[in-house]
């Protein structure tokens, strides 16, 4: 039993700061067959395969080939916790371990980056010129920060910042960023993304899904 005075000394010391969770490192040969096994390609495509949910022009599901190890975690974390609202992701989420999860994320993360889509230009109703200006410049009196300030000028992402973009399906941009704008998704670090959201117009959402698909 503490006496008096150990007590008083604990009470008035000062507590540790949390410690962030830990990302297990993962193994990406393991998480190949892990993939295949908990179906994971059946949505997200088998990185330089021509198949599932996220392959094609439009891209219904996130492409995780050459995405940020620690980024695909945390949306896993998110999912499972209710931060990132999706039924069936939340299910999945739940479904695998930790150490599964860092498996996955390992395999994908060692996967050659999303390929560009051919380019289109000017479908979605502005031009990409304004596509353009916003990603590199953004939009201070709408408060729309640029995107190439966190996703990288070509999208490749920031480690430790913002995902890789670049690439990635132009239907799964453009209904991330509907969510963003809508506050239907909001699990960033920060309001940044939610406040660059809240100043697009459908048009250059559609701009700007079509602008990165194609980096």
């Not at 392959?55 to 995405?67: H, N, V």
């Not at 596509?131 to 920031?158: M, N, P, S, T």
Request: hydrophobic share 40%.
């Amino acid at each position: 039993m503490l006496s008096a005075t150990q007590a008083a000394a604990q009470a008035g010391a000062p507590k540790a700061a949390a410690r962030p969770a830990v990302v297990l490192p993962g193994n990406a040969e393991a998480g190949r067959v892990k993939a295949e096994a908990e179906r994971c390609l059946e949505c997200h495509v088998q990185p330089g395969i021509a198949q599932g949910h996220s392959a094609g022009e439009d891209g219904k599901f996130a492409r995780l080939g050459g995405q940020q190890h620690a980024y695909i975690v945390k949306q896993v974390q998110d999912f499972r916790a209710g931060r990132r609202k999706n039924d069936f992701m939340a299910m999945m989420a739940n479904s695998v371990s930790d150490e599964d999860v860092a498996d996955i994320a390992a395999y994908f993360a060692a996967q050659p980056a999303m390929p560009a889509a051919a380019k289109e230009g000017g479908k979605g109703g502005a031009t990409p010129g304004v596509a353009a200006v916003l990603f590199r410049q953004g939009d201070a009196a709408r408060k729309v920060a640029a995107c190439a300030a966190c996703h990288g000028a070509g999208g490749e992402g920031i480690a430790g910042v913002a995902p890789v973009i670049g690439g990635q399906g132009r239907r799964y941009l453009s209904q991330q960023l509907h969510n963003w704008r809508s506050g239907e998704r909001s699990n960033a670090p920060g309001p940044g993304m939610r406040e660059a959201a809240a100043g697009l117009t459908d048009s250059e959402i559609e701009a700007l899904a079509l602008y990165v698909s194609e980096m």
